[in-house]
């Protein structure tokens, strides 16, 4: 039995090579884009849950306390600034917003009228506040702003890690 010299076969191999490095290549890139879109699926995820969590609660609160003139609830912004390089990420900034949704909701049935005593004080409390392990990191949270129209509490907050002296 003969065997056949590997010459006639060299250009053969050299093309089935580049064809599997093209398709582990193309494999990789196609891996890649798709981590991305779930990615941004889980994200869109975590923003629905805490949309359609608060929606639950401000249904709840509405159906109790129907045609009073109080606050049935309350809702926080974050500021991002423009450049920042402390931007928070989704999963922190929905901790976040839980915890303070939890200092704030002493808020929640007060009449609007006699809420600006309480304001001033709920302000005083919170400002620079530490909320500690968040995402593993400590997190101080100043209230920039409070509005409240039509029964909705409206918080505007900055927050930044905190930097243990």
């Known amino acids: 039995m003969r065997v056949p010299n590997f010459e006639r076969f060299r250009r053969f191999m050299q093309i089935t090579a580049f064809f599997v490095c093209g398709m582990i290549v193309g494999s990789a890139v196609y891996n890649a884009l798709k981590n991305n879109i779930v990615d941004e699926v889980i994200h869109r995820n975590f923003e629905l849950k805490d ?21 049935r609830s309350v809702v926080t912004i974050f500021r991002h600034e423009q450049g920042g390089s402390d931007n ?11 915890r303070l949704k939890e200092d704030l909701n002493i808020f929640l049935g007060r009449s609007i009228y006699t809420i600006n005593s309480d304001a001033e004080f709920a302000r005083k409390l919170l400002n620079k506040k530490v909320y500690d ?33």
């Not at 609160?61 to 109080?70: F, I, Y």
């Open 51 to 71: 949309q359609l969590e608060t929606m639950k609660k401000d249904l709840e609160l509405a159906q109790q306390v129907r045609k009073e003139n109080v606050i």
């Open 88 to 98: 928070l990420d989704i999963i922190t900034e929905k901790e976040l917003k839980r």
């Open 133 to 165: 392990q968040v995402e593993d990191q400590d997190y101080e949270v100043t209230i920039r702003t409070m509005l409240l129209v039509d029964g909705v509490l409206q918080v505007w907050v900055d927050a930044k890690k905190h930097l243990n002296k």
